[in-house]
C-alpha cells in the first residue's frame, strides 16, 4: 500500500542554519504531497503542499518540490529561526492522508 | 472564515466506558475525517464522512464508529474504550474529491486509565 517515509529526528540546529528533512513516498497513481507542521500541544496545520511532479510548495520561507523520479518531497529552508521548532509531517493524500512518522526539529540561539 | 473546531480539548475516561468527541467543520467544507495520533506518531485515518455517508475506514475496529450531520459537523464514538485508546484525536475538514487539502482542528486529548 501507499506509504511516507521520513528522516528520524531529532534534527538539532543553531538558528540561521540550514534545514532539510528527507521524505520519500510509495504510491500507486499519482498522489497530491504535503508537509504538516505540529507545534506542541497543538493540531496539525498546513505549511506546503504540490499536487503534480515538478511543482515547487512553498510558505513561510520553506520549500519542497514533488520530485516523481526520486519519489521524494523534501522540505528544505535556508535559515531556520527558534520560532520554527516543532514536528514535521510529510503526507499524500488518497481518499485520506497518509502520514509519516514526523521528525522533531529543535532549534537553538 | 471559521476554522475547525473540536470539543472538548482534553478528557479523562476508565476503561470499558464510552465517549463521543465532536467537530464542527470549516465553513464550506463538505467533508470531515478523523484521525487518532499516538504520542510520538503520525497521524492514522479512522475514517471520512461526505454527506453524512462513511466514504472511507481505515484499519479501526467497529467500536469506532462516527457520524455526519447535515451542517456538515461530526462525531466521533468509541465504545468499551481500552488503554491503548489514548492518543490525541484530530479531526480535518475539507471539500470533497481526493486531492483537496485537509485542515486540522486543535484536537481531543483523550486519557484512559
Known amino acids: 500500500g501507499d506509504s511516507v517515509t521520513q528522516m528520524e529526528g531529532p534534527v538539532t540546529l543553531s538558528e540561521e542554519a540550514f534545514l532539510t528533512i528527507n521524505c520519500t513516498y510509495t504510491?500507486?497513481?499519482?498522489?497530491?504531497l504535503f508537509w504538516y507542521v505540529q507545534y506542541p500541544g497543538e493540531g496539525l496545520q498546513l505549511l506546503l503542499k504540490?499536487?503534480?511532479?515538478?511543482d515547487k510548495g512553498s510558505n513561510k520561507g520553506f520549500e519542497a518540490t514533488y520530485r516523481k523520479e526520486t519519489t521524494s518531497f523534501h522540505l528544505e529552508k535556508g535559515s531556520v529561526q527558534v520560532s520554527d521548532s516543532a514536528v514535521y509531517f510529510c503526507?499524500?493524500?488518497?481518499?485520506?492522508?497518509?502520514f509519516g512518522k514526523g521528525t522533531t526539529l529543535s532549534v537553538s540561539s | 472564515e471559521t476554522g475547525v473546531t473540536q470539543s472538548p480539548t482534553h478528557l479523562i475516561k476508565t476503561r470499558g466506558q464510552q465517549v463521543t468527541l465532536r467537530c464542527s467543520s470549516q465553513?464550506?467544507?463538505?467533508?470531515v475525517s478523523w484521525y487518532q495520533q499516538a504520542l510520538g506518531q503520525g497521524p492514522q485515518f479512522i475514517f471520512q464522512?461526505?454527506?453524512?455517508?462513511?466514504?472511507g475506514r481505515g484499519n479501526f475496529p467497529p467500536r469506532f464508529s462516527g457520524l455526519q450531520f447535515p451542517n456538515y459537523s461530526s462525531e466521533l464514538n468509541v465504545n468499551a474504550l481500552e488503554l491503548d485508546d489514548s492518543a490525541l484525536y484530530l479531526c480535518?475538514?475539507?471539500?470533497?474529491?481526493?486531492?483537496?487539502?485537509?485542515?486540522f482542528g486543535p484536537g481531543t486529548r483523550l486519557l484512559v486509565l
Open positions: 465553513s464550506g467544507h463538505n467533508t
Open positions: 504510491a500507486t497513481g499519482y498522489p497530491s
Open positions: 480535518a475538514s475539507s471539500l470533497a474529491g481526493a486531492q483537496e487539502t485537509q485542515y
Open positions: 464522512y461526505y454527506r453524512e455517508e462513511e466514504n
Open positions: 504540490a499536487t503534480k511532479a515538478d
Open positions: 503526507a499524500l493524500t488518497g481518499t485520506a492522508l497518509i
